[in-house]
T-cell receptor, first 114, second 115 residues
Framework: GNSVTQMQGQVTLSEEEFLFINCTYS??????LFWYVQYPGEGPQLLLK?????NKGSSRGFEATYDKGTTSFHLQKASVQESDSAVYYC?????????????FGAGTQLIVIP | EAAVTQSPRSKVAVTGGKVTLSCHQT?????MYWYRQDTGHGLRLIHY???????EKGDIPDGYKASRPSQENFSLILELASLSQTAVYFC??????????????FGPGTRLTVL
């Protein structure tokens, strides 16, 4: 079936430190993968999307690359700011779904200390 | 102006009572979704709809009904609320999926507490 695993429940960093959030997925064929971000008191919003056509995506200083061999999809940022504090969800698009079905990981809470 | 709105933003309900959560979107999207968010589980799909007057079951539909009276409105109904349904509920809309996997736009959420 389709599933996403995020093992890091919480990550705490100081400003300007490097961010790396780990994600692995399970699906058949070639996936479309997303990172959604949820700020306090808001709903999730799309951060970036990666398809088999490009293998890599970037937005707002964040980068993500997926590796089909290891079924991993990691999010990274070179230098975090306090404003990056949020919950980050690794999300898998269900293959063949005309209805846009998405499968969310458990989320990783990022806390950035100024 | 927010394109997906939810009401109420928070609600306290009694066990066994009926609860209706409402969602309204101005994105002109055909697809709408209801999710629940629980700590440690991320977001899980309850019901979705791709056209007015039709709804489909998601991954965790038990104990929930949905209603889509128009393209803009999508409701989630708990006929007999239970303690286990305490959670934050999110509504979302999109243009759909296919090979492009259109972005889903989420509302601000409704925090439901069942006592």
């Amino acid at each position: 079936g389709n599933s996403v695993t995020q093992m890091q429940g919480q990550v705490t960093l100081s400003e300007e430190e490097f961010l790396f959030i780990n994600c692995t997925y399970s699906t058949t064929g070639y996936p479309t993968l997303f990172w959604y971000v949820q700020y306090p008191g808001e709903g999730p919003q799309l951060l970036l999307k990666v398809t088999t056509a490009n293998n890599k995506g970037s937005s707002r200083g964040f980068e993500a690359t997926y590796d089909k061999g290891t079924t991993s999809f990691h999010l990274q940022k070179a230098s975090v700011q306090e404003s990056d504090s949020a919950v980050y969800y690794c999300v898998l698009g269900e293959r063949g779904s005309a209805l846009g079905r998405l499968h969310f990981g458990a989320g990783t809470q990022l806390i950035v200390i100024p | 102006e927010a394109a997906v709105t939810q009401s109420p933003r928070s609600k306290v309900a009694v066990t066994g009572g009926k609860v209706t959560l409402s969602c309204h979107q101005t994105n002109n999207h055909d697809y709408m979704y209801w999710y629940r968010q629980d700590t440690g589980h991320g977001l899980r799909l309850i019901h979705y709809s791709y056209v007015a007057d039709s709804t489909e079951k998601g991954d965790i539909p038990d104990g929930y009904k949905a209603s889509r009276p128009s393209q803009e409105n999508f409701s989630l109904i708990l006929e007999l609320a239970s303690l286990s349904q305490t959670a934050v509920y999110f509504c979302a809309s999109s243009d759909g999926g296919g090979q492009n996997y259109a972005e889903q736009f989420f509302g601000p959420g409704t925090r439901l507490t069942v006592l």
